[in-house]
């Protein structure tokens, strides 16, 4: 990496760190989510400097192919409020794009997340009903870590299982512990709701 792109990358790891709380009470959760964060920019700024320009018609700017499949595309595209991300259609004989989809910029790595969620579904690599939402993911991570907390008999293949599902869940998530808080936080205002009424108690 030489130092121009190394100044590209640690201007967008910037401004996705800005979007995100890295103060949180919680030091080890808030330090995976910035080692998360720092990852996932890392993989699209790599891509970006080594993605050749996307030509079409009537296309100007600078945007970067960074994915092609049946005449579906991914694109990239270097803002100042960092990188935005396209999915498009080719027509008229794969010369001109057609019912972009926009991601970001202002989403951070979340953003990265969904343009590439968003390019393969629609090119047919993987059908959507094959795929999670990181909410869907957040609740089964939460229900995984529940039982391996708990005191329920498990068998020893069941706990490898399930912790390795985790740590994939992990992985695929890169804004995990923002979904688990999000659900956590639904959660205890469900249960103010439910008893807060009946005995004072309140548990959030």
């Known amino acids: 990496m ?13 401004l996705s ?13 808030a330090l ?15 891509q970006m400097e080594s993605a050749p320009q996307l030509t079409a018609s009537g296309l100007t700017g600078d945007y970067r ?25 080719r027509v008229q ?5 057609n019912q972009g989809d926009y991601h970001g910029p202002l989403g951070g790595v979340d953003c990265y997340a969904t343009a590439k969620q968003d390019f393969v579904t629609r090119s047919g690599l993987v059908s959507r009903s094959a795929l999670f939402t990181p909410d869907q993911l957040a609740e ?12 329920y008999p498990i068998t020893d293949e069941r706990q490898k299982c399930l912790e390795s ?3 994939q869940i992990e992985t695929a998530v890169p804004d995990l512990v923002k979904w688990v808080a999000i659900s956590t ?17 309140q548990f959030s």
């Open 93 to 97: 004989e794969r010369t001109g794009l």
């Open 140 to 151: 089964m991570y939460r229900c995984i870590c529940d039982t391996l907390a708990s005191n």
């Open 165 to 167: 599902t985790a740590e």
């Open 17 to 29: 760190l800005r979007r995100e709380d890295a103060a949180d009470g919680h030091r080890s959760a």
């Open 65 to 89: 192919l960074l994915a092609d499949f049946n005449s579906v595309v991914l694109a990239g595209h270097p803002t100042q409020y960092g990188v935005q991300f396209i999915t498009w259609e």
């Open 32 to 46: 995976d989510q910035v080692i998360s964060i720092a990852k996932t920019t890392a993989e699209y700024m790599s």
């Open 185 to 201: 936080d639904r959660e205890l205002k469900f249960a103010d709701k439910m008893f807060a009424k009946n005995n004072g108690i």
């Open 2 to 14: 030489d130092t121009e792109e190394r100044n590209r990358y640690f201007k967008e790891l910037t």
